[in-house]
Each structure stands twice: as C-alpha cells, then as structure tokens.
C-alpha cells in the first residue's frame, strides 16, 4: 500500500475505512478530467461568463501614498461573483461532481462565503444542495445563512463540538460517510485527504496565473512580495502557487493573532500550532499535550479554524513561504484604512493581509511592488464591525 | 476466541473514570472482549451518543494516562482481553512508540485506530510488532476484495467489519447488504472477524453470528445506558442486563449455524 497525496512530510488520506472507496472515485476522476480538454474549456466558459474573471489588479495609489513605501497592488477577489474567491473552487468542484454522476453536494461553512458558494454553483448545475454551519457562525453571518436559503440550499446549524467551522466539517464528514454513494463533499479549502488539498488548490491557482499576466502588463516585472490571508489556505495558496518557482517572489501568508499570540484566544495554527492528523491530512493544529484539538479564535469566521492545509504547512518547513499574524484590532484598522483611503469595504479574513501590508509597506522601497489577495468583500462583516464600533462609541 | 464472542465498547472517562473500572467488570462476564475507547474532541467516524460520551469524559478533565491507569486496574482482577480505540492524533501527539509502550505496560490487548487506514500504517504496525501489540483494522461493505485480503492480514486481533455506510450508532435492524459482506469476508479472511456499528439487541445479535461474524462489537446500545443513569447501581444492572441479553443472542446464533 503506497501513500499518496504528501507535501514533504504533510498531508496523506487519514479517514475512516468507509470513505476509501468514495476518496479513490474522486481521485480517478479527477486525474482524468484536470487534462481533459472539455472539462477545462467547460470550466472557463463559467468562470468567464458566470463569475466574472478576470478580476482586476488594482494599483492602491491612495493607500500606497499614505503607506509611503512599497506600491500596493490589490487582486479584486472580492469583485467575483459571490463576492470572494470560494467560486473560483465551487464551480470547479460542482462540475466535478456533476462529472461524477453525483446529484448532491455537501459544505461545510465559516463565515458562510463557501456555503454561498457551493449554494450558487447547486442552483446552477441543478444539485441538490446542504449547507452545515456551526451553530454560532450562524447567527453571527445571518446575511449569508439567508443567501444560502434564497438559493435553495438547506443550511443545516451544528449543535457539537464549539459549533463552529471545525464541527462543521466533522459534520460534513459522518454525513459523506452515509451518503457518498450520490454525493460529492465539496470541501472549501486546501484542507482534507488526499486529493481534495491538490484539487482545491489547483481550482483556485488561477487567481496568481492572473496576476502573473496582470503584474507583467502593468509593471513588467514580476511582484517582490505576496500576501494572504490564511484560514485553512485557499486564497492564499491560490495567489502564491503560479510564483513557487520564482524564488525572488515572496510569499507571505497572514494567520489571525485574534486578541494575541500569547493569549488563547487565535487562530495561528503554525505559529503557534504542533503537528497533528486531523481531517485526513497531518498538518499544523491546535492542540493540547494529549492531542484534542483546541478552538481557534478570530474576529473573522472565516479564519477560525484550528488548522492550515497541508501545503502551507510544507511550504513554511521548507522556508518558501513565510507565516505572519495581525490581530482582531489590526484588522479592524485595515478594515477602516481601506474603506477610507480606497473606498474598498474588504472582508475581515482579507483585512489581515491588508494589516501586514500596513504595518510593513512603509520600511520598503518605493520601488518594491506587494500584491495583496483582497480574498472577499466586507458586507457580510458588517454588522461585526458595526457593534464593535458601537461599543467603542465611534 | 473460538466461540463467538460480544466485544463491549465503553468511553473510558465516561462519565468518570472510576465509572468506567466498576463498568467495566459488569460487562466482563458476558464479553469476550473489552474495547475501551479513549476519547478525542474530534471524532468523525462516531455518532451523536459516542461523541456526547466523549464530552462528557473532556469536559470532567478527563486525560489519556487515566484510560492506562483504568485498564491497569481492570488488569488486576480480569484477563479479558482490552482493545483500545481512539483516533490517530492522541497517538501521533505522543508518539506511536511511547504510546505502544504505554497501552502494552497497561495491559492492553490491541489497539484500533479509527482514522489511520493501511496505506499510512506502516510504521504503527511495524511499532506494535516490535513491542507484541495486537493490531485491528476496519473494513467497510464497499471495502474492495484486495484491500479486504490485506486488512485481515494487517489484524492480528480481529478485522473490524463496519455493518453499513456512515457512522456508529444504534439501528432497528440490518440490511441484506451487511449479510452479503459478511458472507464475503468469511470466504476471503482467514482471521477473525467481528461486525460493529449499529447493533443493540439480542436479535441483532443473533442474525449476524448466525451469518458466520466470530463477533459482535456493541458500543452506543451501551453509551446510551450510561447516558441515561450515570454512576449509579442502575446502570450496572441495566449494562448487565443488556450483555446477557446479547451474548444470548449469540449463543442462539452460533446454535443456528452449526445446526
């Protein structure tokens, strides 16, 4: 028996026997269809004409005057149809699934952008749609438990665990395990077994083949650095895995700090994470001496996760990537920085990444060029932010 | 084990572990085997009574060196054989050698390791070989004929046979195809087998040995009585109760094969 699926030490098919069979069919499927002619050009055509690629690179001038170091460019994710990058992977993944003969997708939901995401591509490829989502991010991300509904998706609140985005995913994973048979689990992030981290990561690769194009027009070079933000890693890995060969290119990847490093309250699984199997893959988690697993922490739904795809978890080993943190009230800052200064609402997850520039840009050269994955839009955070703003008598 | 035997699951911590020793010795008179799980704040490939236990064991503080120190007592007065069940985190956090060490001085039996499947077991088995601990692997209806063949090769206790798809928990009754996969594993395994997930009656026991299953491996039928009375006389009655009426159904069932 050979292992598959590894990146350096990380990753592999850590699953329950019941889930090999389901796990290989999707592997098969998968490898035939990533070089089949018709299946690409199929998923161009919708990414195209239904969700609206490309999406800009903006060049921030306000924000890089104000910063006064490195030109700031911002890659419009959150200009995507369903406003963050999560339909980039959804329409693959649907198609995929609807390939596979399958007539049901499943997710599991944070902040609710990749539950709105898969609900769209459902609607859209006629699948039936469910929708699991911890307890609490559901009254926190009302807008989008209601978007999710509007489209026909059943959203499925879950009572376990810390009823938030992990026992979500365990939630998705016993309900695959009895139905996988009709069934494809449409995870939402570079996370899982074997082969879901490659599958995602290569739907999501073409928002850095973008700026590869996009930065050579505008500039004629290529940036010096990259940054992300980092929940479980998909937008982050989806700008960064066009440059992994161009070593001159930084790649930086922006974990939650939450209330601080030092504090229990974060969701920075590598820095401050052990190895660990959860979720089918060895990766970096949070956990105690025993090995359970410990909430994660953020002011942003989407980054509350207690671990990071296993990539990630190799490309910081390995020292090609570098993992970085801003905390709640840094991104709150950059969340009022950039609405200000760009007249650009971002999404909380994004406005950690938006933080790292704001507290680096300024000791870099002029000539230096950054490019920030704006990895959604910030509507669905507004009313987070309107209450803290409230409470601090803003 | 010769004769057909019921394998008793407990949550070890649950909801105490002083709980769980007194348990423990009611289930023993009528199990072949004991498998005590050890409980993980994730566990995918449980249901809804088996992840409530593990709570209830985490939240009282529960840690893994106390499932050792509870099968270290059971050792005392029992010889009947302990598998430990848990998920491959707890393992890998302590590394699977010192947990090997650990589960084997405290007198375990085998382990199970519900998340870990073959291709990623190589060095658990190679670990557990060393230090002679037992090793069981799960198989699924769906489970392709060679990877059956290997996993009964990779069990040195018994192969696990999951009844059906999805997770533990107790059903009403069995489907045609957990019969049929019994049936195949009896003519492609040359180890033991034992059939889990699902079974709480007499009944159920009863069918599936008849079927040819050397074992029956009952798990949430036995949560849920600790559930409903705690750490008290009546859940023992009610754990006592519910074994004979198992290992019962077994007896009949062995009768109705061999007839």
């Given at each position: ?27 098969e ?35 890089t ?36 003969g ?9 902040a ?22 911890g307890?609490?991010d ?18 499925t609140?879950v ?22 048979e009709?069934?494809?689990y ?40 990259l ?12 700008l960064?895995?066009?440059?992994i ?35 089918g ?6 956990q ?17 996760y ?14 090609r ?74 | ?7 008793s ?8 572990p ?12 009528y199990?072949g ?14 249901g ?24 270290k ?24 050698e010192?947990?090997v060490?650990q ?6 039996n ?26 069981v ?5 769906n ?41 195949r594993a ?15 009656k007499?009944?159920?026991?009863e ?8 074992g ?44």
């Amino acid at each position: 028996m050979t292992c598959e699926g590894y990146f350096g030490e990380f990753g592999g098919q850590y699953i329950p026997e019941v889930l090999m069979p389901a796990i290989d069919e999707l592997k098969e499927a998968y490898s035939e269809l990533k070089d089949d002619e018709e299946f690409q050009n199929e998923l161009s055509y919708y990414l195209k004409n239904y969700a609206g690629r490309e999406t800009p690179l903006y060049y921030a001038e306000n924000l890089t005057k104000k910063l006064g170091g490195a030109k700031i460019y911002l890659k419009r994710e959150d200009l995507l149809h369903g406003g963050a990058h999560k339909t980039n992977n959804t329409i693959g993944q649907a198609l995929l699934a609807k390939r596979m003969g399958k007539t049901r997708i499943i997710a599991e939901t944070g902040a609710g952008q990749h539950g709105v995401g898969t609900s769209m591509a459902g609607a859209l490829f006629g699948l039936e749609t469910e929708i699991f989502m911890g307890r609490l991010d559901t009254e926190r991300q009302q807008p989008n438990v209601f978007r999710m509904k509007l489209l026909g998706a059943k959203v499925t609140p879950v009572d376990t665990g810390s009823k938030v985005l992990k026992d979500a995913v365990n939630e998705a994973m016993r309900n695959w395990t009895a139905t996988f048979e009709n069934t494809h689990y449409l995870i939402g992030t570079v996370m899982g077994p074997h082969p879901f981290p490659t599958i995602v990561r290569d739907f999501q690769s073409v928002i850095g083949k973008e700026v590869k194009k996009q930065i050579m027009e505008q500039e004629g070079r290529l940036p010096d650095h990259l940054v992300a933000c980092i929940g479980g890693g998909s937008n982050a890995l989806g700008l960064f895995h066009a440059f992994i060969q161009d070593k001159d290119v930084r790649m930086v990847g922006i974990e939650a700090a939450g209330k601080g490093l030092n504090t229990s309250l974060h969701g920075a699984s590598i820095s401050k994470g052990k190895k660990g199997v959860l979720h089918g893959m060895l990766s970096y988690f949070l956990q105690d001496e025993d090995g359970q697993i410990e909430e994660a922490y953020s002011i942003s739904a989407g980054l509350d996760y207690p671990g990071i795809g296993p990539e990630h978890a190799y490309l910081h080993d390995s020292g090609r990537a570098e993992y970085a943190s801003a905390t709640d009230d840094q991104a709150l800052n950059a969340f009022m920085e950039l609405t200000r200064s760009e007249g650009i609402i971002p999404a909380l997850e994004s406005s950690h990444a938006v933080a790292y520039a704001i507290e680096n840009a300024g000791n870099m050269d002029k000539d230096e060029i950054m490019v920030i994955n704006l990895s959604g839009r910030g509507d669905k955070d507004l009313n987070t932010v309107i209450d803290i703003m409230q409470k601090r008598g803003m | 084990m010769n004769k057909p035997v019921l394998v008793s699951f407990l949550v070890s911590g649950d909801p105490n572990p002083d709980a769980t020793l007194k348990f423990m010795k009611a289930l023993d008179k009528y199990s072949g085997v004991i498998e005590l799980g050890i409980p993980f704040s994730d566990p995918v490939a449980d249901g809804p009574t088996i992840q409530a236990a593990d709570v209830r064991a985490l939240s009282n503080g529960f840690k893994i060196a106390k499932s050792f120190e509870v099968l270290k007592e059971f050792r005392k007065e029992s010889d009947t054989p302990v598998i430990l069940m848990t998920y491959y985190n707890p393992v890998f956090k302590r590394g699977i050698e010192t947990f090997v060490m650990q589960a084997k001085e405290a007198g375990a039996n085998g382990l199970i390791i519900v998340d870990l499947p073959l291709q990623e077991a190589t060095e658990y088995r190679e670990i557990c070989k060393k230090h002679e601990m037992g090793t069981v692997f799960l198989a699924a209806p769906n489970t392709p004929e060679e990877r059956l063949k290997i996993s009964d090769e990779a069990s040195t206790e018994f192969l696990y046979l999951i009844s059906t798809f999805g997770i533990t928990g107790a059903r009403e009754s069995f489907e045609q195809m957990t019969f049929d996969f019994i049936k195949r594993a009896r003519t492609t395994c040359k180890g033991k087998i034992c059939v889990g997930f699902g079974i709480s009656k007499g009944s159920h026991a009863e069918s599936l040995i008849e079927q040819g299953a050397d074992g029956v491996i009952v798990g949430s039928a036995f949560v849920d009585i600790i559930k409903n009375y705690g750490d008290s006389e009546e859940a023992l009655v009610k754990l006592e109760e519910l074994a004979k009426e198992l290992s019962e159904g077994i007896e009949k069932g062995y009768e109705k094969r061999n007839k």
